[in-house]
């Protein structure tokens, strides 16, 4: 989707912008949440990146309620540069889960939960972690893996 900036915030826990995208039958603005500054931070976002006027072109992943809500994964910039959040990673990861060979393969559901994670998913990425403690033989990564499981459900209210 392409459109203009409205709004822009860049605030804990999830920065987000408004989107006012053009339609033949007119405007629709779109709350698009960005991911976490932080972790956007560390994959070489900057604060300023983003402008209110600027046009933007993302790819999201829309809210399944039919609101104009969204998730994006791909954020090409005004300036031409393009930015990729943690959801472009779950979609990696994602077309990886049919991959017969790396179907027990600990390290995959680990990966999947920790973007499920910094996505906000908290229940999704719990039951992904216990799924990784289940399959790897290690100990130590167990306990880490059930750790992290916990500290998912805790974020998500305690399910």
Not at 108 to 137: C, W
Request: aromatic share 6%; with cysteine; charged share 20%.
């Amino acid at each position: 989707m392409t459109g203009t900036v409205k709004e822009y915030h860049w605030t804990q826990p999830h920065a987000f912008v408004i989107l006012t995208v053009p339609k033949p039958s007119g405007a629709e603005e779109w709350n698009i949440e960005i991911g976490t500054p932080s972790v956007n931070a560390g994959m070489g976002w900057k604060m300023n990146d983003i402008k209110v006027g600027d046009t933007l072109t993302m790819t999201v992943h829309p809210v399944r309620t039919g609101a104009k809500h969204a998730t994006a994964s791909i954020v090409k910039l005004a300036d031409g540069r393009t930015l990729y959040g943690p959801a472009a990673g779950l979609a990696l990861v994602e077309a990886l889960l049919t991959e017969p060979a790396l179907r027990a393969y600990h390290l995959l559901p680990s990966v999947r939960a920790e973007l499920l994670s910094r996505l906000g998913r908290h229940a999704e990425a719990a039951a992904e972690f216990e799924r990784a403690a289940d399959m790897t033989r290690n100990g130590r990564e167990q306990t880490l893996l059930r750790e992290r499981a916990a500290a998912c459900r805790d974020a998500a209210g305690g399910i």
